[in-house]
Structures are given as structure tokens and as C-alpha cells.
């Protein structure tokens, strides 16, 4: 089957050729969540939602192995990943292509960045990943022939996972694009961090929340998403997200390990209210293990195998390249048209006009220079302690005030429910 943009991007085909059907349901792990959640309520100065062309002008990192991941999730028809006539996977390759060349249309210049070796310490969790991958596997079997569709199509999703293969297919694509990319030593997180605090690009981008943990001053989400998801991209600050909490980074690091990360299982029963109560009241994850396992009552347990020392220093000392390595030196080419054209509609089965097309496009953006940003032209100024000391008693009776809120609505809905009580 030919193919070229999903059923969402295709407004111009006639109703009886739209075959395609982008379906984004890519779900945030539960780490993840909680810690955007924490920040969300503790600092809400710390997050910015806007519009993706907000970021025109900027170079942003990107966190590739978790963008490949999502596609091979997300884009998919009537339920399937997509596949070419020889029944390759083509999912990884659409979103990358077209999702790229959002980010290029709305003047954005993306580099991105591909896991290399995982840590020693995260082959355990990789493990686990891969056990459960298998059982989910074996889930999908069952359910293809017992379950409904609904139930076939979860577990297919829960099976996914990027392989050498995808890597290097994205690698090859990027390249004939014209657009940058890295391996990095490591973590893709870690390395898109450095990069960022370098000021060789404006952010990291990834939905992965441990990205912060590797001292990214700003992590954008959303950004490789599908438009028609309409999800506005996250724009977190580091910064402000340490000054909500009231922690330095190391204290943040702690908290985020107790709520579970790439490395580590969190404690069961420690959830976000807990995590951030805990630090706050010992300090350290050291005091914090300490009180767990001095506590009579046994109220929480420390995992048997939790090395928490480990995960901090990966986080701390990740193995990255500097920013002032060779590698680091990006460049943005005219994309080359017969090389995207053989790869994509030759050898994947992709829609010529429109890869041609989007390749005209591509080249007409690297070619006309973009408008610099205003902040370019200026630098900020640092604050005063006064000015600190006056934005954060705002921050705190900023909290202050939204917690009396919550108190006050859960009082009305506990009053107006007994009410109901009383009057059956």
C-alpha cells in the first residue's frame, strides 16, 4: 500500500482514500506524572503551556529513542502499526518524518539525540522491562484469540519496543533530511541536558521528567507530538521548580528517586505527597532511609535490592560528551530529495508527491534565514536578594492561597454530600 500523511494531515484526499488513522496515546509513566504533578502544585511558576510556534527561532535537544518509542505507539491504522509491501515497520519512520517537519515548519531547528549504552545500574529495570514486555506478549496472544478489540490493541501497545534496527532506519532518514543528530555515551537525556546548560540549544526536549534530574535548565514535552492532538507543549523550568519546592538539586534529585525512576523502583506506599514530605522533613535520602527503617510501626519498606547512592551519582555525574566536543558542533543541510525519495518511496512505500513535496519545503526553510529572537539581543539581568525575597513570599502566598481553595471546595462537597445523605 502507498501512503503518505496520516488520515489527520490528509484534509485534500477524497473520504473513500483516507485510510489511515493517527491514533496518539501515548501515556506518560507513572513517575513521570507524579513529579509533573508535585512541580504543578508546589510550582506553579515552573511550567508555561504555549503553542509550538512560541518557539520559533530555537534549537532544541531531542530525547530520539523516547520520540521513536512513541511513534511506533502513536501512529498506526485501524489499530496496526503501519508496515510497507515487504511488511516492514513504518510507524517509527512516519512520525519521524512528519513530526520533524512540523517542528522545521513552525521555524524550529531540531537535533536529536539516541541513547547509546544504558548504565550498569539500569539493566536491572531493563530487565523488568523486558519481562513484562514478554508477558505482555503473551497477553496478546491470548487476547487475539479470546479478547476484544479494545483488549488486542492494549496489549499490542504494551509489546513495543525500539530496536537497533529503528535507530539506525531514523538515523538514516535524519541524515537525508539534513537534520543533526548524536549518539550519545549514555543517556540521551543526560547528553540533550548538556547541550542545553551550554546554551547549544534553548531546551531538552523529552517526556521522560527525569530529564530535569540531569540539571536541564528547561524541558519542553509535547513537542513531537501530532497537531491534531491539540496538546499545548509543556515549557518546565528548573529554576523556578527548585525555588517553589524550597530544595536544591540534590534534595530534588532525592525526590524524584523516591517517587521511582529510570533506575529504581519507587518504595511501595511513598507517593507524591509522601516523597516530598519526607525530604522535606529529613533532608536526604540517607535520613530519609534512615527513619524508614528506624520506624516501630514499619509503615513503609525499603526495597531489598535499592541502591539509591548509585542512582543519585548517575544523575549527578552522568557519561556524557561536553558541549565543546567536536560532536557538539550541529549543522542543519539542504535536505537531499533523491536520497529521501529512494529511501522512503522505493524502498517504504511512502506517497511520492508528498515526500517530494515536503522535501521542497524542507529545503525552502533550511535556505531562508530565521528571524533571531528578541531575547538573543538582550541579557538578563540577575536579580537582587530583595527581588528574590519578594518573589518567593508572592510564590508562597500564591500557594498559600490556592491550598486554602482546595480546602475550602473539598469542606463544600463533604457538606453538600452529607447534605444529600441527610435528605434520602
Not at 509491501?85 to 510507524?91: A, F, L, Q, R, V
Not at 534496527?165 to 543526560?190: D, S, W
Not at 530544595?247 to 529504581?264: E, P
Amino acid at each position: 500500500m502507498k501512503y503518505g500523511l496520516p488520515l489527520t494531515c490528509q484534509p485534500d484526499l477524497p473520504r473513500s482514500h483516507r485510510k489511515l488513522r493517527l491514533i496518539e496515546t501515548w501515556e506518560l509513566s507513572a513517575s513521570a506524572s507524579k513529579l509533573y504533578h508535585v512541580i504543578a502544585d508546589e510550582a506553579p511558576d515552573a511550567i508555561k503551556n504555549g503553542e509550538i510556534k512560541n518557539h520559533f527561532g530555537r534549537k532544541v535537544a531531542i530525547d530520539a529513542s523516547m520520540s521513536i518509542y512513541s511513534f511506533l505507539i502513536a501512529v498506526r491504522s485501524e489499530g496496526q502499526q503501519l508496515m510497507s509491501d515487504t511488511g516492514e515497520t513504518t510507524s517509527h519512520l512516519m512520525g519521524m518524518f512528519y513530526r520533524t517537519l512540523r517542528m522545521v515548519d513552525n521555524g524550529i531547528k531540531p537535533l536529536f539525540v539516541f541513547d547509546g549504552a544504558p548504565p550498569k545500574l539500569k539493566s536491572g529495570e531493563l530487565a523488568k522491562r523486558f519481562a513484562r514486555k514478554n508477558e505482555a506478549k503473551e497477553q496478546h496472544e491470548e487476547a487475539k484469540e479470546t479478547g476484544t478489540a479494545e483488549e488486542v490493541e492494549r496489549f499490542s501497545r504494551r509489546t513495543v519496543r525500539v530496536t537497533r534496527e529503528h535507530n539506525e532506519e531514523c538515523q538514516r532518514l535524519l541524515k537525508l533530511m539534513g537534520i543533526p543528530y548524536i549518539v550519545a555515551p549514555t543517556e540521551a537525556e543526560a547528553q540533550c541536558a548538556v547541550l542545553a546548560r551550554a546554551g547549544k540549544v534553548y531546551a531538552a526536549a523529552s517526556e521522560d521528567m527525569d530529564t530535569l534530574c540531569f540539571n536541564s535548565p528547561i524541558l519542553l514535552r509535547h513537542l513531537t507530538f501530532s497537531e491534531q492532538r491539540k496538546e499545548p507543549i509543556q515549557e518546565i523550568h528548573l529554576d523556578k521548580a527548585l525555588v517553589g519546592l524550597h530544595m536544591d538539586r540534590n534534595q530534588f534529585i532525592d525526590m524524584c528517586i523516591l517517587l521511582g525512576c529510570d533506575y529504581l523502583d519507587p518504595i511501595p506506599k511513598v507517593g507524591p505527597n509522601t516523597a516530598l514530605k519526607l525530604i522535606r522533613e529529613h533532608g536526604s535520602l540517607e535520613k530519609v532511609v534512615e527513619a524508614i527503617e528506624n520506624d516501630p510501626k514499619k509503615k513503609y519498606v525499603i526495597p531489598e535490592d535499592w541502591p539509591y547512592q548509585d542512582a543519585r551519582e548517575l544523575f549527578l555525574n552522568p557519561d556524557v560528551r561536553s558541549a565543546d566536543d567536536p560532536l557538539c558542533d550541529f549543522k542543519w543541510d539542504s535536505p537531499d530529495v533523491e536520497g529521501l525519495v529512494q529511501f522512503l518511496v522505493q524502498e517504504k512505500g511512502f506517497n511520492e508527491d508528498r515526500v517530494r513535496n515536503s522535501a521542497q519545503k524542507l529545503t525552502k526553510n533550511v535556505k531562508v534565514a530565521q528571524q533571531a529572537r528578541m531575547e538573543g539581543f538582550f541579557k538578563p539581568i540577575p536579580k537582587t536578594d530583595e527581588e528574590k525575597a519578594s518573589l518567593k513570599r508572592k510564590h508562597d502566598e500564591k500557594i498559600a492561597e490556592s491550598r486554602k481553595k482546595k480546602k475550602e471546595e473539598a469542606k463544600t462537597k463533604k457538606e453538600n454530600k452529607a447534605k444529600v445523605h441527610a435528605s434520602t
